[in-house]
């Protein structure tokens, strides 16, 4: 089993940036692929990006060229480094664990919000 703590939201004025932290429990944190989802207000959760345990990434067209989703093996971290927020990424963004065979795991969430 994977326990999943998010950290790094916030307030940030449109423009800026913010990096999201997801630390990870377990020894097998290495094979499993990390991904980053958000939920807005109403709205239904959805894709940011994934990192594969290869290293292989795949972005959201709203966040490709502004987002970077990157990872740590030696330390369970995976990282979403975010730049020019703007008021539409306001939401919850999840981290997630994916196994084929170990199953899935999403952290509780980390607020982010942009000020217009």
């Known amino acids: 089993q994977v326990q999943l703590v998010e950290s790094g939201g916030g307030l940030v004025q449109a423009g800026g940036s913010l990096r999201l932290s997801c630390a990870a429990s377990?020894?097998?944190?290495?094979?499993?692929?990390m991904g980053w989802f958000r939920q807005a207000p109403g709205k239904e959760r959805k894709f940011v990006a994934t990192?594969?345990?290869?290293?292989?990434?795949t972005y959201a067209d709203s966040v490709k060229g502004r987002f970077t989703i990157s990872r740590d093996n030696a330390k369970n971290t995976v990282y979403l480094q975010m730049n020019s927020l703007t008021a539409e990424d306001t939401a919850v963004y999840y981290c997630?664990?994916?196994?084929?065979?170990?199953?899935?795991?999403w952290g509780q969430g980390t607020q982010v919000t942009v000020s217009s």
């Open positions: 990192i594969r345990s290869g290293g292989s990434t």
């Open positions: 377990g020894r097998t944190f290495s094979s499993y692929a």
């Open positions: 997630v664990a994916i196994h084929p065979t170990m199953g899935n795991y």
